[in-house]
């Protein structure tokens, strides 16, 4: 099933090359915080982006978006996205540019409920994914959420201090280009009391999922109590 969002808000980072764009979405759109759906391109490109806002927001969504230089499908969603950052156009007229074609909702990580802290250890913009859940956890009334997001670059903190200003919220932000076993995220983990977390939620790349799944089962955390879209989608062979 496929949905149509107007885009009524565009806005360039231009230190991290992140994109914000904030959506008004069809009412029979549903979704889960902690959940994303697949934008469709009018050339038949399909990017997945983590949904960056909390279900009670609707018919407000946001989505943040980078690109990837030499995928095709990111190509194709730069093609789609560059005209409308032209700030000649307003987008409060109406083009047919400013619609977006996109999936249901996807994803088995449901944020969780429970009153008690939930970790999410995010990096880049899988941060989205850690922002969806808190939004959602402080409109729920649920326990602390806490996030560790962990970058390589300074400026690919792009929203640190709206997402330091979300009540119920604590970030903890490390900057370290080195993907060693001790990088600076490595160090944080292996120092947190991990035993305060009933689940953990790994928002991020393929790589980064499995190199924070190995540390944390070596650090006796249980496989079972890991979330994330990567198990699905890009499963270990």
Avoid at 130 to 150: Q, V
Avoid at 191 to 197: G, P
Wanted: glycine share 6%; with cysteine.
């Amino acid at each position: 099933m496929s949905f149509s969002a107007r885009i009524e808000d565009l806005e360039l980072d231009p230190d991290s090359g992140v994109v914000r764009l904030g959506l008004s979405v069809d009412p029979e759109f549903a979704f889960k915080a902690g959940q994303y759906l697949c934008v469709h391109t009018p050339d038949e490109a399909t990017i997945p982006l983590s949904i960056a806002s909390a279900p009670h927001q609707q018919p407000q969504l946001n989505l943040h978006y980078k690109s990837t230089p030499g995928d095709p499908a990111a190509q194709s969603m730069d093609r789609l996205l560059d005209p409308l950052l032209d700030p000649s156009l307003a987008l409060g007229q109406p083009d047919q540019r400013k619609v977006l074609e996109h999936s249901a909702a996807l994803g088995d990580c449901i944020c969780p409920e429970y009153n008690e802290p939930f970790l999410i250890l995010a990096a880049g913009t899988g941060v989205t994914q850690a922002w969806s859940c808190a939004e959602h956890r402080k409109a729920t009334d649920c326990g602390e959420t806490h996030i560790l997001w962990c970058a390589e670059h300074q400026q690919d903190l792009y929203c640190l201090q709206d997402l330091e200003a979300l009540e119920g919220t604590r970030v903890i932000a490390k900057v370290d280009p080195s993907r060693t076993a001790d990088n600076l995220p490595a160090q944080w983990i292996k120092s947190a009391d991990l035993a305060l977390y009933k689940n953990i939620l790994l928002a991020g790349g393929p790589d980064f999922v499995y190199a924070m799944t190995d540390l944390l089962c070596e650090l006796g955390i249980s496989q079972s109590c890991l979330m994330a879209d990567a198990y699905s989608y890009a499963p270990r062979s």
